[in-house]
């Protein structure tokens, strides 16, 4: 059983996607649970793997422990996989009580520098319960291995980094018009964001680092797609800075590699991430980058060769010059998307990655039985 959170697409998300997509069907037969509905729960029906959804948006939800047991019981689970924090903290109790392991993959950890010290603390104290109790922990990147052997005593993990479909992301393919579609000049310099609307993604600073950057650069528009609690607060800061001109905001879309077809630029500003399959997704089809210097981020961009990499402390004002640099040198942001597409097709296939989770997944029960 593939466990996450939520059925809108994210990066969790799309892994899960993309390993259910890849798993050998002669050994291994997929059930899904969702703890909220989503286009990710539609796909997944769509690909005719049985899918359920228990709704909670809460970790630790105790009301909920009892159906996710019987979903494992009724579906004869032999392993379940969870996919992030909330959704191991809601399968951990059933899954123990019916003796079937547990196989945590941390998409990135629930606590990070930016937050109050209490709130930090209980964090890493809920991440130590989840990865000392589950039988094995996959990170998606050694440095997110790493900072959890810094905060959690006795860590171990199994990197596997996150992978995806280069047949999908291949920038030699033919792809819609979305500039055409959305009414966007050819010439104007287009700023996408993909990602959800929530406080770790910063979507708030980067609009107030885009307002900045567009008085020094006017040839720019951002386009932002992504749903989210902060989407709301977005449209509120767009109005405030008479952005609607040079702002658009989409919702998930499912066309991901036409929108990134039609972008010059791709940032991502988070306060945290695990291993980010969208800043892989956008490397993929030859974009140049903006991210932050923060787990997993950084693991896979090299400042000044394969993209550029921001400090969170003063994130809008870097981001601000970051963005006015990459939109007047259509040089650099050539030589940054050739080096980002040259990293990803080397080291991050979602075959190769499903091929060693399912290693992974024989160790595992040979270890229980």
Same mark, same amino acid.
């Given at each position: 059983?593939?466990?996450? #959170?939520?059925?809108?697409?994210?990066?969790?998300?799309?892994?899960?996607?993309?390993?259910?997509?890849?798993?050998?069907?002669?050994?291994?037969? %997929?059930?899904?649970?969702?703890?909220?509905?989503?286009?990710?729960?539609?796909?997944?029906?769509?690909?005719?793997?049985?899918?359920?959804?228990?709704?909670?948006? #809460? $970790?630790?939800?105790?009301?909920?422990? /009892?159906?996710?047991?019987?979903?494992? !019981?009724?579906?004869?689970?032999?392993?379940?996989?969870?996919?992030?924090?909330?959704?191991?903290?809601?399968?951990?109790?059933?899954?123990?009580?019916? +003796?079937?392991?547990?196989?945590?993959?941390?998409?990135?950890?629930? @606590?990070?520098?930016?937050?109050?010290?209490?709130?930090?603390?209980?964090?890493?104290?809920?991440?130590?319960?989840?990865?000392?109790?589950?039988?094995?922990?996959?990170?998606?990147?050694?440095?997110?291995?790493?900072? *959890?052997?810094?905060?959690?005593?006795?860590?171990?993990?199994?990197?596997?980094?996150?992978?995806?479909?280069?047949?999908? @992301?291949?920038?030699?393919?033919?792809?819609?018009?979305? #500039?055409?579609?959305?009414?966007?000049?050819?010439?104007?310099?287009?700023?996408?964001?993909?990602?959800?609307?929530?406080?770790? +993604?910063? %979507?708030?600073?980067?609009?107030?680092?885009?307002?900045?950057?567009?008085?020094?650069? $006017?040839?720019?528009?951002?386009?932002?797609?992504?749903?989210?609690?902060?989407?709301?607060? &977005?449209?509120?800061?767009?109005?405030?800075?008479?952005?609607?001109?040079?702002?658009?905001?989409?919702?998930? /879309?499912?066309?991901?590699?036409?929108?990134?077809?039609?972008?010059?630029?791709?940032?991502?500003?988070?306060?945290?991430?695990?291993? $980010?399959?969208?800043?892989?997704?956008?490397?993929?089809?030859? !974009?140049?980058?903006?991210?932050?210097?923060?787990? *997993?981020? /950084?693991?896979?961009?090299?400042?000044?060769?394969?993209?550029?990499?921001?400090?969170?402390?003063?994130?809008? %004002?870097?981001?601000? &010059?970051?963005?006015?640099?990459?939109?007047?040198?259509?040089? !650099?942001?050539?030589?940054? *998307?050739?080096?980002?597409?040259?990293?990803?097709?080397?080291?991050?296939?979602?075959?190769?990655?499903?091929?060693?989770?399912?290693?992974?997944?024989?160790?595992?029960? /040979?270890?229980?039985?």
């Amino acid at each position: 059983m593939e466990c996450i #959170r939520q059925g809108q697409i994210g990066g969790g998300e799309s892994h899960l996607l993309s390993l259910v997509e890849n798993l050998d069907r002669e050994t291994f037969e %997929p059930v899904v649970l969702s703890f909220t509905p989503g286009p990710m729960v539609d796909r997944l029906k769509a690909m005719e793997v049985k899918t359920n959804v228990i709704y909670t948006e #809460r $970790p630790f939800d105790f009301t909920k422990w /009892r159906k996710v047991r019987k979903f494992i !019981k009724d579906n004869g689970v032999n392993l379940v996989h969870a996919h992030g924090s909330r959704a191991n903290s809601n399968i951990l109790w059933a899954a123990h009580s019916l +003796k079937i392991p547990v196989i945590y993959t941390v998409h990135g950890w629930s @606590f990070h520098q930016d937050q109050p010290a209490v709130l930090r603390k209980i964090r890493i104290m809920g991440e130590k319960y989840l990865t000392q109790r589950s039988d094995l922990v996959i990170s998606v990147s050694a440095s997110n291995q790493q900072t *959890g052997r810094e905060f959690i005593k006795s860590f171990d993990s199994v990197v596997v980094t996150n992978g995806i479909n280069l047949s999908k @992301f291949n920038p030699a393919n033919s792809f819609k018009n979305i #500039r055409r579609e959305l009414g966007i000049a050819e010439q104007t310099i287009l700023v996408l964001f993909i990602a959800r609307f929530t406080s770790h +993604k910063q %979507p708030l600073s980067l609009i107030r680092a885009f307002q900045t950057a567009l008085d020094r650069f $006017p040839g720019m528009h951002l386009l932002m797609v992504g749903e989210g609690d902060e989407r709301a607060a &977005a449209e509120q800061l767009i109005a405030g800075f008479k952005l609607e001109k040079s702002v658009t905001l989409l919702p998930f /879309r499912q066309d991901v590699p036409d929108v990134l077809a039609a972008a010059d630029i791709f940032v991502l500003p988070s306060l945290w991430e695990g291993l $980010p399959i969208g800043l892989l997704e956008a490397m993929a089809m030859g !974009k140049a980058v903006i991210a932050t210097n923060v787990d *997993g981020s /950084r693991e896979v961009v090299q400042h000044d060769r394969n993209g550029v990499l921001v400090e969170t402390g003063n994130l809008v %004002p870097d981001l601000s &010059a970051a963005l006015v640099d990459l939109a007047g040198n259509a040089e !650099k942001r050539n030589r940054y *998307g050739k080096e980002a597409l040259d990293t990803v097709s080397t080291r991050y296939s979602a075959k190769e990655m499903t091929r060693q989770i399912e290693g992974l997944y024989k160790q595992v029960l /040979r270890n229980k039985n």
